[in-house]
């Protein structure tokens, strides 16, 4: 039996872990949440159903593990970590990277970030 769902057939298209992890006051890594992650993926929920991006899941994650370089998100299924500090970041994410396809390098982190 074949276990592979065809693309066709997945519930979401694009899944969006925005960290929203918090740690002890003064922790030396901070945390996500402090640098206001909580706002800004409500902001990125409310905005993808804006501009109707009904096959994208905006999810709330715990520790990321790039806390100090947050607030941060990854997209799958394409594996790509931003660093998304603002309202204008969040949207240029939905609109250039998830709905257009076209990756932002400006924000992205790379893997020895």
């Known amino acids: 039996m074949n276990d592979h769902v065809p693309a066709d057939n997945l519930f979401y298209d694009t ?28 902001y990125m929920k409310a905005k993808a159903k804006e501009l109707g991006l009904d096959r994208t899941r905006i999810n709330s994650a715990g520790c990321l ?4 370089l947050g607030p941060t998100l990854v997209i ?8 998304c500090a603002t309202t204008e970041d969040v949207d240029r994410v939905l609109v250039e990277h998830v709905k257009n396809g076209n990756p932002i390098k400006d924000l992205m982190l790379g893997p020895d970030e």
């Open 15 to 42: 899944h969006v872990f925005f960290c929203t992890n918090e740690r002890p006051a003064g922790h030396p890594r901070g945390c996500c949440k402090a640098k206001g992650s909580e706002t800004l993926r409500n």
């Open 65 to 68: 593990d790039r806390c100090e």
């Open 76 to 83: 799958y299924p394409e594996g790509i970590w931003y660093r």
